[in-house]
């Protein structure tokens, strides 16, 4: 191993910022001990090579520490190997069909898996893996371990695919359990993620959070509302990121430029969009209903009066209490029957029909002058311009405190 050991300690050093790397012939040295099987069948788990390759990583980091590394390149390149503190967080990674072992490193770098690339491409070739990884995409975790992330690439095992379908008008949290519960991901880390991470769409900047505080104070979940409700064909055992992120791209999709474009000519924010489609949802019994429902609705946001009373509201705050701290604010912040205008943020995830509802409520003359809306126990919606109207309404059809 002497004289490939020296070039890939060469081509090493070039890589940290040494001296220029010059490829030189190989010497023939002839082996004088038992020739070690390198090669790895397809879908078989490699032969462990024992201690001898741990040694031989760590005499190459001392190596290097030596030849002016020194503490940085031991610490580093020990941490790295053995993943020693590192976070437990899935990623999934993508390895496409004839990928290099270089490609692969680089992906496990930009995914924050390893540190040095050239270091997983250093075990690879001392280890025989060089050559036997499999396409595929895996869930892996900074915490497995060079030998660990190589082995579960190398295997290439298939990953088994779940159908969900996520019904309109779902929470978070109810989101949340029902994936845990198909296997897709943990409910940890949906969490994690939703609390935690970032992602890349042009409206996610714009998406208020209770730190911005104002009439946004004590909202609960950034994302609620924006986790479109569809069916999906998820990967079991997925990270948190990799699932959100699918969910917020088909939002992303449904969400047209037609629509953008009304939004903006009505001087309407997505995010008070989302959050009237959400009330909607949750308060029309029918799709039908759902433009007549808004247009109350906007009309009592553009009334003296400017509280929307909606049970909705109230209920979303009910589910929430016994787990979420601070209760009284978040009392406040989502009970219409307590404080004016919207919301601080979605009560449930909308569906289409709803989002379109919010952008483009009913422009029917009737509609455009109530203020008052009640659904019976059959289905129907009975839509009332004053109190009094209203009241002798759910009288008559005994809905609500006179059913």
Not at 82 to 88: C, I, M, Q
Request: charge should be negative; charged fraction near 25%; aromatic fraction near 10%.
């Amino acid at each position: 191993m002497g004289g490939n050991f020296e070039e890939l300690l060469k081509k090493a050093r070039a890589e940290k910022g040494g001296e220029p790397y010059t490829e030189e012939p190989e010497e023939e040295i002839e082996e004088t001990t038992e020739p070690e099987k390198t090669d790895v069948p397809q879908h078989q788990k490699p032969k462990k090579k024992g201690n001898r390759l741990v040694r031989a990583i760590v005499t190459f980091i001392v190596v290097l520490a030596l030849c002016g590394g020194a503490a940085y390149t031991i610490i580093a390149g020990v941490f790295d190997f053995t993943a020693l503190n590192k976070s437990d967080t899935k990623v999934d990674v993508t390895v496409s069909e004839g990928a290099t072992t270089a490609q692969i490193a680089a992906a496990l770098h930009e995914n924050g898996l390893i540190d040095h690339p050239w270091m997983f491409r250093l075990y690879s070739k001392l280890s025989g893996r060089d050559g036997s990884y499999q396409a595929g995409t895996y869930s892996l975790s900074a915490n497995m371990g060079y030998q660990l992330l190589s082995t579960t690439i190398i295997l290439g095992k298939p990953r088994n695919t779940v159908s969900v379908t996520i019904p309109e008008g779902y929470t978070v949290d109810k989101i949340a359990k029902l994936l845990e519960s198909k296997n897709v991901c943990t409910t940890a880390d949906f969490y994690d993620a939703l609390l935690h991470e970032n992602f890349s769409y042009d409206f996610f900047a714009d998406i208020p959070d209770s730190a911005d505080g104002g009439v946004y104070e004590g909202r609960i979940y950034r994302l609620e509302g924006y986790l479109f409700p569809d069916t999906y064909e998820f990967y079991t055992e997925s990270a948190g990121k990799t699932v959100i992120n699918k969910l917020l791209a088909n939002f992303d999709a449904k969400v047209t430029p037609a629509m953008r474009s009304a939004m903006q000519a009505k001087g309407l924010k997505l995010d008070d969009v989302v959050i009237m489609a959400s009330i909607a949802q949750k308060e029309a019994v029918t799709p039908a209903e759902m433009p007549k429902v808004t247009r109350v609705l906007y009309n009592r946001l553009n009334s003296d009066y400017k509280r929307l009373e909606c049970d909705s509201t109230s209920g979303y705050v009910a589910d929430l209490l016994p787990t979420v701290a601070g209760q009284e604010i978040v009392s406040t912040a989502y009970d219409t029957y307590k404080r004016y205008g919207l919301p601080a943020g979605a009560i449930c995830n909308p569906g289409e029909d709803a989002l379109k509802a919010a952008i483009y409520p009913s422009d029917d003359s009737y509609i455009a002058e109530c203020y008052f809306f009640a659904n019976d126990t059959k289905g129907n919606t009975y839509y009332s311009k004053t109190y009094a109207q209203h009241v002798a309404t759910c009288r008559k059809h005994k809905i609500g405190i006179y059913g």
